[in-house]
């Protein structure tokens, strides 16, 4: 490496006045793959500090989704929200089984709401309570944690069913599905509970959907 000092005009001859000197700001050798932050001296060697970065902690908020069900509309403003009826599939996977994790909740109150969620044994659940009493509590499999799953739940008067991955329906033929005003995406609003994976794919029918065709769909 070397240093060269010119005149302005590029001569690098310069014999100077023997009095005005000359500064030199900034200036840093050192030996190493790459060059470390500046270090400020005056008349004394100086070892620098550790470069350290340093920012306020923060903790991300939950990634979820809450929609106004009777506000959703079609491309001709038709309704896509059917109060007494309808059906929800799902893809996604979980991350780890650990505690009920809500995969989709439909709430009007706590004591009149649709939860889908993983339990920690990995148990697909499906519960409707209307008026603070169960309706239907369906349980159609298993998934695995860090596997895709897909699963369909259909509901009408005296009409439930779920799937797991096109297998054999489970169903409750006694039961009124609760009213409800909002859907809830990967949270059920009525506990602090996140979903803890992906949630891939969500599906809404303003009717009932045949068990065979929600094992179409989920298969």
């Not at 050192?30 to 470390?36: D, H, L, S």
């Not at 089984?97 to 969620?117: A, C, E, M």
Request: include cysteine.
């Amino acid at each position: 490496m070397g240093l060269n000092i010119a005149s302005a005009n590029g001569v690098f001859s310069y014999t100077g006045d023997g009095t005005s000197g000359l500064y030199i700001w900034g200036a840093q050798l050192e030996a190493g793959a790459f060059p470390t932050s500046y270090i400020p001296t005056t008349t004394a060697a100086v070892t620098r500090s550790a470069d350290v970065s340093t920012s306020a902690a923060a903790t991300r908020a939950a990634d979820v989704c809450t929609l106004n069900l009777p506000s959703l509309v079609g491309s001709h403003g038709e309704s896509l929200w059917n109060g007494t009826e309808g059906t929800l599939l799902v893809r996604g996977d979980v991350n780890a089984l650990s505690g009920n994790r809500p995969l989709l909740s439909l709430n009007n109150t706590v004591n009149d709401r649709s939860t889908l969620y993983i339990d920690s044994s990995g148990n697909v659940c499906a519960d409707f309570l209307t008026s603070g009493a169960f309706q239907a509590q369906l349980r159609p499999g298993t998934v695995s944690a860090q596997t895709g799953f897909a699963v369909g739940v259909a509901w009408a008067v005296n009409d439930f069913a779920a799937v797991r991955n096109g297998g054999s329906p489970v169903s409750d033929n006694s039961g009124t599905p609760p009213v409800t005003t909002t859907m809830g995406i990967g949270v059920d609003w009525s506990s602090s509970v996140f979903w803890n994976g992906h949630i891939r794919q969500v599906l809404l029918f303003n009717r009932r959907l045949s068990n065979a065709d929600m094992q179409a769909l989920t298969t």
